[in-house]
Each structure stands twice: as C-alpha cells, then as structure tokens.
Antibody
Framework: EEQLVQSGGGLVQPGGSLRLSCAAS????????MSWIRQAPGKGLEWVAG????????SYTDSVKGRFTISRDNSKNTLFLRMNSLRGEDTALYFC??????????????WGQGTRVAVSS | DIQMTQSPSSLSASVGDRVTITCQAS??????LNWYQQKPGKPPKLLIY???NLEPGVPSRFSGSGSGTHFTFTISSLQPEDIATYYC?????????FGPGTTVDFK
C-alpha cells in the first residue's frame, strides 16, 4: 500500500524552528516529486513547497521563501520540511503529498495524515 | 500569480441530486486543473486530474470538464458519502494554487 506517514510538528514560539518529516512506503519514492501543503484552521489549502525526485529544484510559495527549506533523503524514503523564523500565520495542519511525476507536475495522488504546527507565545 | 475562484462557496442538496461546482482561473491554464475531495479531519483525495480524467478507483458519478479559464465539476447523483469540501487546483505552473473550496452538505 502506498503510504506517507508524517511526524514532527507541535507548539513553538514565534521566531522558533521546527522540522517535519514524511516517511514514504509502498512506492518508488526516488521516482516522484514531493510537496508540502498546509491548511490553516478552518481555511483552505495552500501549496507551500515542492522538490523534484532528484532532490534538486526546490520551489516555495513567496510567504515562506528564505524561512522554510524542503529536502529529501531518497536512501531513507523520507521528505523533510525545515521551518525557521516561524510566525503566527504559519499555524496550520501540514500535509506532505506525492506528485504524479518526477518533476513538479502538481497532481497530488497520495497524502500524509497531516501534522499540526502551532506558533504562539 | 494566477488566482482561482470557485462557486458556490457552499451548497445543500439531496441524495440523488445532480451537483455542479464551477472553478475559474484568472488566466488561461489550458486543462491543467485538478479536483480534490476533503472530508473533515482527513487529507484531501485526488478525484479528477487534467480537468476531465478520473483518478483510478474514483466512482464514475464524479466528472470534470472545461479548459482555458472555466471548469466544471459534477456529481451526477449525490450519495451520502459525498458530503465533503471540494477544491479545484491549478497545475500549469508554480505556485500550485487551490481554489477556496465548495462545501457540499445535505438539504
């Protein structure tokens, strides 16, 4: 079964840092691009960051550029999101998602269960 | 960046009703448009990709159409398990913007 299992997240003060992880199983992880997508409480979906299958070509939404870093370890079938300088507006449920192709194609067919990030003092 | 809008923002329907949701892009995106279903407390599920292609395993009562800037998502006969929020999402170029969502519930 194709599966993404997320870990990390939690409560952090403004300006703090967190790292999210997303462990893949049941498919050839190194073949597909991956993304992080978030959902603020009671709100819609926002694509945050994406990375090609090779680990190169990371892209970000404007509001997180310079603060968030997406990376992957294809030897461990794991995707990461390092979040620095966190702000209140980063509070959300964060999902990792598998793309349908090796490049950032933008069709997300497998999703993680979500992990909550709360930024508050 | 290209903006995505959906209408209506919510709708109420009965079992067996035909339900239609529209999605509009602020610029041409050809057929680079996907539709997702999200139930409370769950991650989204891909239903339709490239405007009109049904994802494997998705019931045939779901369908999509459109190209350019105007797209339509249809449930031909609403079932109880279809109560959810539906999102369109553009996939032509980065950023992969989602529409604001349409919540479907029972009348």
């Amino acid at each position: 079964e194709e599966q993404l299992v997320q870990s990390g997240g939690g409560l952090v003060q403004p300006g703090g840092s967190l790292r999210l992880s997303c462990a893949a199983s049941g498919f050839n992880f190194h073949t597909y691009a991956m993304s992080w997508i978030r959902q603020a409480p009671g709100k819609g979906l926002e694509w945050v960051a994406g990375i090609r299958s090779s680990g190169e070509g990371a892209s970000y939404t404007d509001s997180v550029k310079g603060r968030f870093t997406i990376s992957r370890d294809n030897s461990k079938n794991t995707l990461f999101l390092r979040m620095n300088s966190l702000r209140g507006e980063d509070t959300a449920l964060y999902f990792c998602a598998k793309d349908v192709a090796g490049r950032l194609r933008g069709g997300f067919d497998i999703w993680g269960q979500g992990t909550r990030v709360a930024v508050s003092s | 960046d290209i903006q995505m809008t959906q209408s209506p923002s919510s709708l109420s329907a009965s079992v067996g009703d035909r339900v239609t949701i529209t999605c509009q892009a602020s610029q041409v995106i050809n057929t680079h448009l996907n539709w997702y279903q999200q139930k409370p407390g769950k991650p989204p599920k891909l239903l339709i990709y490239d405007a009109s292609n049904l994802e494997p395993g998705v019931p045939s009562r779901f369908s999509g159409s459109g190209s350019g800037t105007h797209f339509t998502f249809t449930i031909s006969s609403l079932q109880p398990e279809d109560i959810a929020t539906y999102y369109c999402q553009k996939s032509d170029n980065l950023p992969f913007t989602f529409g604001p969502g349409t919540t479907v519930d029972f009348k």
